[in-house]
C-alpha cells in the first residue's frame, strides 16, 4: 500500500513521519529480557492493545502487540476490557521474562487496575500505574526513540495505522499526550506502546529486583 502512494496524504499529516517509522522496522526475533507490557482500552471498551516491549540482542528495544487470544484462530479478533485482564495473565504466566504490566490510571483501562492485581498475585510481575506526568514524559520519549531509530518494531498492520493516525492533545507547560478523543479507538496501539516502552526504559536504569518491591 505504501508503495502505491494510498498513505501519502494522511502521512503528510501524521505527528510522526512515516518514513521514520518505516525506517525502524525489523525482522521478528526472540525479546531480550526484561520485557514489559501496557494495556490499553478503547474509550467504548469493545477491545483493548496489549503492548510487548523488550530489548534487542543488538540493542535498543523492540515493541509488537500480543494477539487477542491465545488461540490462533481468534487471535486477531477484538479483546473486549471484560477478558483483558485473563488475556495479560495468560501472556504473562507464558513468558517469564514478564517483569512488569503498565496501565495509565486516568485512561479507560484504569478500572482494571483491581483485577490486575489480583492476576499478578504471586507472579513476580509488577503492576505499574501511571499517573499524568509519567504519561507526558513518555509521549515525549516515544516520539525521540522513534526518530533517533532506538524504537523498532515488527510491521504490524494494526500497529503502523495507529502511528499514523497519532493525535496529539496539550495538557499544559509545553507538556503533551496522544489524544484518546481525536484519535479514536485506532490510538490504543500506539498508546500502549509509548507506555510499555516508558516503563522499559525506566528499567534499563535500575539495579532491579523484582522481589525487592514484592517484600
Do not use: F
Not at 525489523?26 to 492493545?49: I, M, N, Q, S
Not at 491465545?70 to 471484560?82: C, D, E, I, V
Not at 517469564?96 to 489480583?118: C, F, K, N, P, Q
Request: charged share 25%; proline share 4%; glycine share 10%.
Amino acid at each position: 500500500q505504501d508503495r502505491l502512494g494510498l498513505w501519502a496524504n494522511k502521512s503528510a499529516l501524521s505527528v510522526i513521519p512515516d518514513e521514520w517509522w518505516q525506517a525502524n522496522k525489523v525482522t521478528p526475533a526472540p525479546l531480550v529480557g526484561p520485557v514489559v507490557l501496557a494495556v490499553e482500552t478503547t474509550l467504548d471498551r469493545t477491545d483493548t492493545a496489549i503492548a510487548v516491549v523488550g530489548g534487542r540482542e543488538d540493542g535498543g528495544c523492540v515493541a509488537t502487540l500480543a494477539a487477542s487470544d491465545r488461540n490462533p484462530a481468534k487471535a486477531s479478533g477484538l479483546l473486549p476490557a471484560h477478558r483483558a485482564v485473563g488475556r495479560v495473565a495468560e501472556i504473562v504466566r507464558d513468558n517469564e521474562d514478564v517483569t512488569a504490566v503498565v496501565v495509565d490510571g486516568r485512561a479507560s483501562s484504569a478500572s482494571l487496575i483491581d483485577g490486575l492485581r489480583s492476576a499478578l498475585e504471586g507472579l513476580d510481575v509488577e503492576l505499574v500505574v501511571m499517573n499524568l506526568g509519567d504519561l507526558a514524559e513518555a509521549c515525549a520519549q516515544a516520539y525521540d526513540s522513534i526518530a533517533d531509530g532506538s524504537l523498532n518494531h515488527w510491521d504490524e498492520p494494526r500497529l503502523n495505522a495507529s502511528v499514523r493516525g497519532a493525535v496529539k492533545r496539550d495538557i499544559g507547560d509545553g507538556a503533551w499526550a496522544w489524544s484518546r478523543r481525536k484519535g479514536g479507538s485506532a490510538v490504543a496501539p500506539i498508546m500502549a506502546v509509548t507506555e510499555a516502552r516508558w516503563e522499559w526504559q525506566r528499567r534499563q536504569g535500575l539495579d532491579y529486583d523484582i522481589a525487592d518491591s514484592l517484600g
